[in-house]
């Protein structure tokens, strides 16, 4: 499956931000999917995941709240929407997918997008 990923910009601190994934290649609905992130300097982590269905999410700590993980099978596209941004989430931003049940877990994932950046500015 091939990912884009789109949505990343310059906000300011509190501002929000929608970033989509759009898939293509194979059927979106058989994967799990997951937001990552990496700021320079720093490993790559997980923002959020969702299931194939839509039904289970999972969020990092430092995260939830104020970021929401959808999906939309229809429109093969996963989103984040990111509210009450933070310098803190300043990072490159990936999706990915994975038929691994554990998609909370970043070596679990097979397909990466390109990455956006986000940047929020203080």
């Known amino acids: 499956v091939q990912l884009q990923a789109s949505g990343g910009g310059l906000v300011q601190a509190g501002g929000s931000l929608r970033l989509s994934c759009a898939a293509s290649g194979r059927t979106f609905s058989l994967y799990n999917m997951g937001w990552f992130r990496q700021a320079p300097g720093k490993e790559r982590d997980v923002v959020a995941a969702i299931s194939w269905s839509g039904a289970n999410t999972y969020y990092a700590d430092s995260v939830k709240g104020r970021f929401t993980i959808s999906r939309d099978n229809a429109k093969n596209t996963v989103y984040l929407q990111m509210s009450s941004l933070i310098p803190e989430d300043t990072a490159v931003y990936y999706c990915?997918?994975?038929?691994?049940?554990?998609?909370?877990?970043?070596?679990?994932?097979?397909?990466w997008g390109q990455g956006t950046q986000v940047t929020v500015s203080s």
């Open positions: 990915a997918a994975t038929q691994s049940n554990s998609y909370t877990t970043l070596r679990n994932y097979r397909y």
